[in-house]
């Protein structure tokens, strides 16, 4: 099952590195997704992930969307 928050916590952490700030906001996080932060607020009130928007920010960033949504790293995804 995806989790909303194991996701804003993965993304918190990885804009946490990438900009140096010690505390990214939810307002930052929307900013990041190109989100309104009033729409982000309703989204994060009700659990529903923003799928495409996601998207977008992995592809944007080169990030693994399995590991955004999921925690998945590459080396968990191959066949054994």
């Known amino acids: ?3 909303f928050n194991d996701i804003l916590e993965r ?7 990438q900009t140096g700030q010690p505390k990214v906001r939810d307002r ?3 900013a990041t997704l190109k989100l ?5 607020a ?5 659990n529903k992930i923003p799928y495409e928007a996601l998207a977008v ?3 944007t960033h080169r990030i693994s ?5 999921f925690g998945q790293t590459p080396e ?3 066949d054994t």
């Not at 993304?11 to 590195?17: D, F, G, I, V």
């Not at 309703?42 to 009700?46: A, C, F, L, Q, Y």
């Open 1 to 3: 099952m995806i989790v």
């Open 11 to 17: 993304l918190r952490t990885l804009l946490q590195q």
């Open 28 to 30: 930052d996080i929307a």
């Open 36 to 40: 309104d932060p009033q729409y982000f």
């Open 42 to 46: 309703v989204i994060k009130r009700r």
């Open 57 to 59: 920010f992995c592809k």
């Open 65 to 69: 969307l399995n590991w955004l949504l």
């Open 76 to 78: 968990n995804l191959s």
